[in-house]
């Protein structure tokens, strides 16, 4: 089931490269890269799994609530990330000048799935 969501996130989005399911320590639970992606989806995920804890602990900090989502673009990438509960999220690995309110839109939507299965 989460290959298969990974799968219609990435592919479902213009320019998406990789997406990933993993848990807040680092572990990944599935992850779904396509044949041309330059990039490695689960060493990613295990950097960002660390900022992701740090801005966790800053919104809590500053009670501005939860933190959802979080967006970090770079030069030759853009990551996407949602947060699912408090243990897991989902990436979404896509090129600069991919679609990315299509790859928020589709995290937003397969979110509540993938959390019905976790």
Sequence with gaps: MFKEALQELVE???GGLA???MDSSGIALESYA???SPFDIN???IEFSVVIGSIKRASEMLEAG???EIAVGTDRL???IRTLGDTYFLALAMKPDGNFGKGRYLMRTCAPKLMAEL
Aim: hydrophobic fraction near 40%.
């Design 12 to 14: 479902g989005t213009e």
């Design 19 to 21: 997406g990933l399911l």
């Design 34 to 36: 396509k044949d041309d």
């Design 43 to 45: 060493t990613i995920g």
């Design 66 to 68: 939860a933190a959802n």
């Design 78 to 80: 853009v990551t996407i």
